[in-house]
């Protein structure tokens, strides 16, 4: 499996004026820094918990498997946009959305269930990535639409970040994501 980012979150979970408020700035001086912050903050927490605000995917996969199921690569899906292959002839052809459902009850599992009257393609091309999903997921379109603790896990993260501006300061302990950090984002890690 491979994947690809598509289109990127149009927003972001929390805004600049948010972060001033949480770093209790005032002036406009440092907005390209909290932007550079904000993004790296998200891309964190997306990291360890999957995404936030919807987002466009592609993933790539090898062949059909040999089961009936496709797992996705991404929690919280919203939507297959297409499923498409490359077959023997080098065509590419969509495979039709009547012929499997898409599981995204389980949100850290989502899946595509092949129908039981139905089997994959088995004339894909055996080169590198014959299978091609275009998804989306994430919570939601707007910051409201992710949960306060992960949006707060990113203010503190911001925090941390904005304090801490070198890799290292002497006479500290030294901490990739601080522990309350860490906390907030327990219950929406997957693995």
């Known amino acids: 499996m491979l994947l690809k980012l598509h289109t990127a979150p149009a927003v972001e979970p929390v805004?600049?004026?948010?972060?001033?408020?949480?770093?209790?700035?005032d002036g406009d001086d440092e907005i390209l820094l909290i932007a550079n912050l904000i993004q790296a903050a998200r891309e964190t927490v997306e990291n360890l918990c999957g995404p936030l605000i919807t987002q466009t995917w592609y993933q790539y996969e090898d062949s059909f498997p040999a089961g009936a199921v496709i797992t996705m690569g991404k929690?919280?899906?919203?939507t297959v946009t297409s499923l498409k292959y490359t077959d023997t002839d080098e065509s590419t052809t969509t495979f039709s959305s009547d012929y499997y459902d898409?599981?995204?009850?389980?949100?850290?599992?989502?899946?595509?269930?092949l129908k039981d009257?139905?089997?994959w393609p088995t004339d894909t091309l055996?080169?590198?990535?014959?299978?091609?999903?275009?998804?989306?997921?994430?919570?939601?379109?707007?910051?409201?639409?992710?949960?306060a603790m992960l949006r707060q896990a990113m203010l503190l993260l911001i925090g941390h970040w904005s304090e801490e501006r070198?890799?290292?300061?002497?006479?500290?302990?030294?901490?990739?994501?601080?522990?309350?950090?860490?906390?907030?984002?327990?219950?929406?890690?997957y693995w």
Not at 15 to 25: A, P, Q, S
């Open 117 to 119: 009257e139905y089997s």
């Open 15 to 25: 805004t600049i004026d948010e972060v001033k408020l949480h770093l209790r700035v």
């Open 166 to 189: 070198q890799i290292m300061t002497v006479g500290k302990i030294i901490n990739t994501i601080p522990w309350n950090v860490e906390a907030l984002m327990a219950n929406y890690r």
């Open 75 to 78: 929690p919280r899906l919203l």
């Open 126 to 147: 055996t080169e590198v990535n014959p299978v091609e999903i275009i998804f989306t997921c994430g919570y939601g379109a707007s910051a409201s639409s992710v949960p």
């Open 102 to 113: 898409v599981n995204i009850v389980d949100e850290y599992r989502p899946k595509i269930v």
